[in-house]
Each structure stands twice: as C-alpha cells, then as structure tokens.
C-alpha cells in the first residue's frame, strides 16, 4: 500500500514539475517576487499567455497529435529512439517564442530564461544520439542554476530560494528514479546539464 501511494506521488510530481512548465514557473516568480511585480496587469498576462502557448500549449498538443498519428503509446514516447521528434517539436516552439518576444523588445534578462531553456533541450536533443537524459532534471537543474545566475546580476543573497529550488529539484529526480523512468546517471547528468546551461544563459548570453 505504501508502495502505491509513492507511485501515486512520484506521478503527481512528474507532472507538476514537466520541463514543460518551468519556463511559466519562472515568469510567474518573476512577476509576482522580484521588482516586475509594479508591471502593469495587462503587460504580464500578455507575457505569460505568450510563454504559456509556445512553452506548454503548443508543445504538448503537438506531441499529442504526433503520438496520436504515429500510433505510438504514451510509454514508448520514453524510449531514446521515438524522443527526436519531440524534442524537435519543443525546440522549434521554444525558438518562435524566444524570436517574438525579441521582437517585442521584451526585457533582455526575461528572454535569458527562455534562452536557458531552449539551450537545454537543444542540448538534451543533440545528446539523445548517444545518450538518454532525464529533461525533467534538466530543467529542474535549470532553474538552479538561473537563480544562481540571477543572484550574481543583481547582488541578493539567493540562499533561501536555493534551498527550494534543491529541495524540488531533488523530488523531481527521485520522482524519476522512482517511476523507473531514469537511471541515476541520467538523472545526474540531466541535472548537471540544466544548471550550466541556466547558468550561462542568464549570466553571459
């Protein structure tokens, strides 16, 4: 019984935490804890709705419909082999994004989230040829190293947040240890993966 309800919770945070949503997660803790919270309403619900269609909306829907058309199961989508496509899918969506908000002339410290999010499934996708690697880490790895990152640009002792961001991190990759869907190796390597190109990403790009 307890076995299940284990089951039932790694499930449930596999979800919360998809790579999917980590790039909104962001936004919305930008927009609500940093100084862009005093951003009129309207500019940040324009924001997220642009973040949330080509970050979460189009991506899944669009793997759905692939998975959907090809037959395959949602099981098999796991598999180092079927991943290409999606991953291409989500990086063409991330890309679209990142060039409308560059048009808009959108804050550059806000594009770098999406630039260290793109940058982490291009390189989980370039990767994938070789190796398999737990996204679901990667952007929980991200997010580490981002905040990091943003820590450093505008000098706020980021040690309270850290510990969140380790401590969900951490559930997100034991939730794929749990499930079986990883290897610790992939989960570590996913990890390490996000949190320097988070990093990078924010601090230098």
Sequence with gaps: MKEKYL?????LLSIIFAP???????????FVFSYMKLLPMNYKLLVLGIVYAFTVAIPLLSIASY?????LRRHQMTRRELRFVPYVITIVSYACCLFLMQNMHIPHFMISVLCGALAVEVVCALL?????????AAAAGAM?????AFSLLFHFNPLGWLCITIFIAGLVGTSRLILRQHTLGEVGWGTLIGFVCGFVCIFFV
Excluded: E, P
């Excluded at 994938?128 to 679901?136: A, E």
């Design 7 to 11: 089951i039932y919770g790694a499930k």
């Design 20 to 30: 999917f949503y980590f790039s909104m997660l962001a936004f919305i803790v930008m």
């Design 67 to 71: 998975r959907k058309l090809s037959g």
């Design 128 to 136: 994938n040829n070789w190796i398999r690697v737990s996204t679901h």
């Design 144 to 148: 580490n190293g981002a905040l990091l």
